[in-house]
């Protein structure tokens, strides 16, 4: 029978349980986090670009409910873990030794391109629109904007994502390789 799931052709035909193996051991370390406080339609979009990139664990904070179908089914490959409040979230991070890195173009933020994004970091992404809680903005260790040049004040939510989580592979994993 004909593996019709959305995988690389290496994975058809394999048992979720093993392709999750088989990823893990390929952990290079980046973990993201999803404020969630509105169920936003961008969260299925940021898991799809998480998968892509290797991510292996992210952490949604807030509301447990969020809408999956926009991830393709690739929550199934990744590690999701629900924490109920921001400061659950920064203790667990805390204790963890990770900075905490949120992408956001608010006040006070440094520009991408002036950043070196740390090894053992989580990126934490808010909600399309209302961005991330002053209670996240306040925890974090640096707050991040993508600079962008044409006349709309920000870009989508999954796309910032996408951008972020690339920039710190060219930077901690890509970089590491050449």
């Given at each position: 029978m004909e593996d019709k799931r959305n995988v690389i052709d290496k994975f058809k035909g394999r048992s979720e349980a093993e392709i999750m193996k088989d990823l893990d051991a390929k952990d290079h370390g980046l973990v993201i986090a999803l404020e969630n406080t509105e169920r936003d339609f961008n969260m299925g979009t940021i898991v799809r670009s998480a998968n892509a990139f290797g991510v292996r664990q992210i952490y949604v904070i807030g509301r447990r409910q969020w809408n999956k179908r926009g991830a393709m089914m690739t929550d199934k490959y990744l590690h999701i873990t629900y924490l109920a409040t921001t400061e659950e979230f920064v203790e667990k991070m805390r204790n963890e030794g990770r900075k905490i890195i949120a992408i956001d173009n608010i006040?006070?933020?440094?520009?991408?391109?002036?950043?070196?994004?740390?090894?053992?970091?989580?990126?934490?992404?808010?909600?399309?629109?209302?961005?991330?809680?002053?209670?996240?903005?306040?925890?974090?260790?640096?707050?991040?904007?993508?600079?962008?040049?044409?006349?709309?004040?920000?870009?989508?939510?999954?796309?910032?994502?996408?951008?972020?989580?690339?920039?710190?592979?060219?930077?901690?994993?890509?970089?590491?390789?050449?």
């Open positions: 006040e006070g933020s440094v520009n991408m391109s002036q950043m070196s994004l740390p090894k053992h970091a989580v990126l934490v992404f808010g909600q399309e629109g209302p961005g991330i809680s002053a209670e996240l903005a306040n925890a974090a260790d640096q707050i991040v904007a993508i600079e962008q040049f044409g006349s709309t004040r920000s870009i989508n939510v999954g796309a910032a994502a996408t951008v972020a989580m690339y920039c710190w592979l060219q930077q901690n994993v890509l970089a590491e390789n050449n």
